[in-house]
C-alpha cells in the first residue's frame, strides 16, 4: 500500500546551491526560499553552518537566515532546517534563529573523511554534543547518512554498514534519519534491501526518510520502492539542481516537479502547486543562467 500523504523535504536552496560555484546573491536565495513556501513546501533547508573555506556558497548563512524569519509567521508550520557540522556551526545557528538542525554523517570512512575531515568515529564524536544541545534547546535534530548504497571510492556499501552507522546517529538522539545516495548509483532492489535491515533492526520506517541522486535515471523507481516499503518523508531538490561537492560524480538530486509529479498521479498528497513550483525553478534557472536538468520543469516551464 502506498501513504496518502508524503513531506517533501526540500533542499534546493543547501544541497542544491552549494554545488554551484557562482556565488548566488543572499537576496536571490531568500526569494528562492519564499517561492518555494509559497508553492506549498512546508520542510525547506535553508543553508548550512559549515566552514565558510569549505563551502563558500554558503558563507552567507548568518546573513540569509535572519531574513527568513517573517516567511515563519506567514506559514505556520513552516520548518527550515539548517545543517551544522559542530558546536561552532551549532552556536552560529542558534545565534540566528535557527529551530531545527541537521548532522551529516557517512556511511564510508572514506567520504567521512573528505566531508569532515574525521573518520567516522571522529566525526561522531562530534556530532555528539551537538545533537545534546541541540535537543536541550528544545530542537528537532535529523541525521543524514552519505554514500548507503555506493560510494565513489570504496565501491558497493553493504546495508548492515549503512544500519551499524545509521543506530549510531539514533543513539545520539537524531529523530529522523535520512539515507543518502550521494552519487546516485542505486537501484530499487537495494533501497529493499536496506530498507529490510533497517526493520530487522528494529528501526520504525517511520523515523527514516530517503535522499535520492538521479544520475543513472534511478531516483523516482527507488522512491517508488521505498514507499512501498512505508517511507513517507522524501528529499529532493526543486529543479533538481545539486550534487556534492565533495563526492566526484554526484550529479542533480531527485527533481522535486518530478517528485510531485508522480506522487500527485499516483494520488497522493503533497499540499505543493505544481505549476507554482516550476515557475520557481524556471525563474532560479534564469537567475544561474542555465536550463534545469528536472523533465517535469521542461515539459511544463515552456520556452
Ligand atoms: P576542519 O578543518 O577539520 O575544522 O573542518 P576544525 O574543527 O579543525 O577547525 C578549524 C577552524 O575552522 C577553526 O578556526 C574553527 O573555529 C573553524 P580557527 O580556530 O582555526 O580560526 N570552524 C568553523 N567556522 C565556522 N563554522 C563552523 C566551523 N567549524 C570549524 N561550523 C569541518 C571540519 C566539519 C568544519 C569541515 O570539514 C566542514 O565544514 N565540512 C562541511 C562539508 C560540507 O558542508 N559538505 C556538504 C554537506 S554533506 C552533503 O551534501 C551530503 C548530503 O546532502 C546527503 C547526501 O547527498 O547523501 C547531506
Ligand atoms: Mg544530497
Known sequence: ALPARVRIHEVGARDGLQNESALVPVEVKAEFIARL?????????????VHPKWVPQLADAEEL??????????????????????????????????DEVAVFASATETFAQRNLNRSMAEALEMFRPVVGRATEHGLTVRGYLSMCFGDP????????????????????????????????????????????????SGVPVARLAVHFHDTYGQALSNTLTALRHGVTVVDSSAGGLGGC??????????????????????????????AALVGTSAWLARQLGRPSPSRAVQALAGP
Open 245 to 274: 561537492p565533495y563526492a566526484k560524480s554526484a550529479t542533480g538530486n531527485l527533481a522535486t516537479e518530478d517528485l510531485v509529479w508522480m506522487l500527485h498521479g499516483l494520488g497522493i498528497e503533497t499540499g505543493v502547486d505544481l
Open 153 to 200: 571510492w570504496e565501491g558497493p556499501v553493504a546495508p548492515e554498514q549503512v544500519v551499524e552507522a545509521g543506530l549510531r546517529l539514533i543513539e545520539l538522539g537524531c529523530a529522523e534519519l535520512s539515507l543518502g545516495d550521494t552519487i546516485g548509483v542505486a537501484t530499487p532492489g537495494q533501497v529493499a534491501a536496506l530498507l529490510e535491515a533497517f526493520t530487522r
Open 37 to 49: 513556501a509559497a508553492a506549498g513546501l512546508r520542510t525547506i533547508e535553508a543553508t548550512s553552518f
Open 65 to 98: 537566515l535572519p531574513r527568513l524569519t517573517e516567511l515563519r509567521g506567514q506559514y505556520p508550520g513552516l520548518r527550515l532546517p539548517v545543517l551544522v557540522p559542530n558546536e561552532r556551526g551549532l552556536e552560529r545557528a542558534l545565534a540566528h534563529g535557527a
